[in-house]
């Protein structure tokens, strides 16, 4: 079993951040909203909270599923929060999605959130269980929550084997990261190991295909 290589937290630089924001990820990040769906079909809206936002595929995607809910999206790289603004303006959608650039560790919000989403944050996170920690302090017992990120594969071989077979015509800078993100990824046991500790099993740990997996559920 590979060790985890950690890479570094935020993706502050201009052309990683560009490299990102134009690659096609809207298979992925619809499947993401249409998968908070499938597991909360009750929920119609509220305080929807995104940590980890990026360029604001999904705010924007969860905002056109649900109109009603007012959402906060989070990210602490300037150049992604940047990418975000514009493609939240282009959207017609600046005044329903707030943007705050500030690391989920130290963001206050100004109310819990209903329901918390983040996807591909945690593998950039040095240690995971501070994750979960403000999770559990950023939403409402009861919110719905989904996390979901890069499964770890078993060694560097495989790493570059799924580089090749989902990103080979991508940014050299995109497969170069999508690489190290791999590397720095977690697998499923590490999860249920950290939602054991952190007193979250209840949370539904999911492996949907070859390189994800998914948290969901209700927050105690
Ligand atoms: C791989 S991107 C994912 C973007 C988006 N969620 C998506 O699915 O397209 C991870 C993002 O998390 C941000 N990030 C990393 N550590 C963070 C932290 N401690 N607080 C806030 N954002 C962070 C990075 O700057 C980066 O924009």
């Not at 963001?107 to 944050?121: G, K």
């Not at 501070?130 to 719905?144: D, E, I």
Request: charged share 25%; hydrophobic share 45%; with cysteine.
């Amino acid at each position: 079993m590979m060790k985890r290589v950690l890479e570094p937290e935020l993706m502050d630089d201009a052309a990683q951040a560009r490299a990102y924001a134009k690659a096609d990820f809207s298979e992925e990040n619809q499947g993401f909203v249409d998968r908070f769906r499938d597991y909360f079909p009750d929920w119609t809206g509220g305080h929807a909270v995104d940590l980890g936002c990026g360029p604001g595929d999904i705010p924007i995607r969860f905002h056109r599923a649900y109109p009603a809910a007012r959402v906060t999206a989070v990210d602490a790289s300037r150049p992604m929060l940047d990418l975000a603004a514009a493609a939240i303006a282009q959207a017609g959608l600046t005044d329903q999605i707030a943007l705050r650039c500030e690391r989920f560790q130290s963001i206050v919000l100004p109310e819990q959130a209903d329901a918390l989403l983040s996807n591909s944050l945690l593998h950039h996170v040095p240690n995971p269980l501070q994750f979960w920690f403000r999770l559990k302090q950023l939403a409402k017992p009861g919110a719905c929550i989904l996390v979901m990120d890069l499964l770890r594969p078993d060694s560097p071989e495989a790493a570059q084997a799924l580089v090749e077979q989902y990103a080979a015509d991508e940014d050299p800078i995109l497969k170069r990261d999508f690489y190290h993100s791999l590397l720095a990824a977690f697998t499923e046991d590490d999860v249920a190991a950290q939602l054991a500790e952190m007193n979250l099993s209840r949370l539904l740990i999911d492996v949907p295909d070859d390189r994800h997996w998914v948290v969901g559920g209700i927050i105690p």
